[in-house]
């Protein structure tokens, strides 16, 4: 299997996880801190920088830095040296024979890869959990009438909680739908009904009907919340 340890990870980087999360299926992420990044860091790391990124602020570089490093921890474990490039859409270019999702938010990385044999997407995302005062602003931008109606008698902050999961795991569900479909969806074209899945309210393809239900999961921390949604082929 590749190993990592061939490159330096540089000053900016730090505390990585690895998990499996299935078979074929991994998770890795790490902390990056933009104002310790350096003029050497991405040569440290073996990670060249997109051209398209030469002139983006400190914040923007770090996270590209950070979300290649772990891509690459994690697609070492499926056996592979390499790392996602950039679509023409600005999306990570997974290498042949892999799929993942990239998310970061507030210092932290994360990445899910997995292996296209046995898996046909995966998306992932990470949200720190939003105030109340800014919830009750989102609301109507970011949740259906159904999910409103389902908000009753919540407190601010249990509303605010409700709205963060399903935020995030819209997130997800795009960026594991998107791919497959090549279509550009929105949050009022997904509901939760379920508290394990989202069903969606607008047809993207022969494939991907209206009213299909899509199972995601989630993970609740401290500061935010982690979602993932990881389909397999089917058999």
Known sequence: MFSMSSYTRPDCLSHQKLEEVAAGLFRVSCQFDADKLGDDSFREAGIT??????????????????GRWCARAALAQ?????????NSDRSPAWPEGTLGSITHS????????????????????????????????????????????????????????????????????????????????????????QPNSLTLLRTLSEEWPRGTQIPFRWRERQHSVLSWIALPKPR
């Not at 997109?50 to 602020?57: D, G, I």
């Not at 939003?130 to 919830?135: C, K, W």
Request: glycine fraction near 6%; include cysteine; charged fraction near 25%.
């Open 78 to 86: 499926l056996g592979v040296d390499g790392l996602p490039g950039l």
């Open 49 to 66: 920088l997109h051209a398209s990124l030469s002139n983006a602020v400190a914040k923007r570089k770090a996270e590209y830095l950070a």
């Open 106 to 193: 507030h210092g932290v990385a994360e990445v899910m890869v997995a292996d296209a044999r046995d898996w046909l997407t995966v998306g992932l995302d990470t949200e720190c959990w939003v105030n109340p005062e800014r919830a009750a602003r989102l609301e109507r931008e970011l949740l259906t009438e159904e999910e409103l109606k389902a908000l009753a008698g919540m407190s601010p902050l249990q509303r605010a909680n409700r709205l963060t999961l399903i935020f995030s795991a819209k997130e997800s569900l795009f960026k594991a739908l998107y791919p497959l479909t090549g279509k550009r969806f929105y949050f009022h074209d997904a509901v939760r009904r």
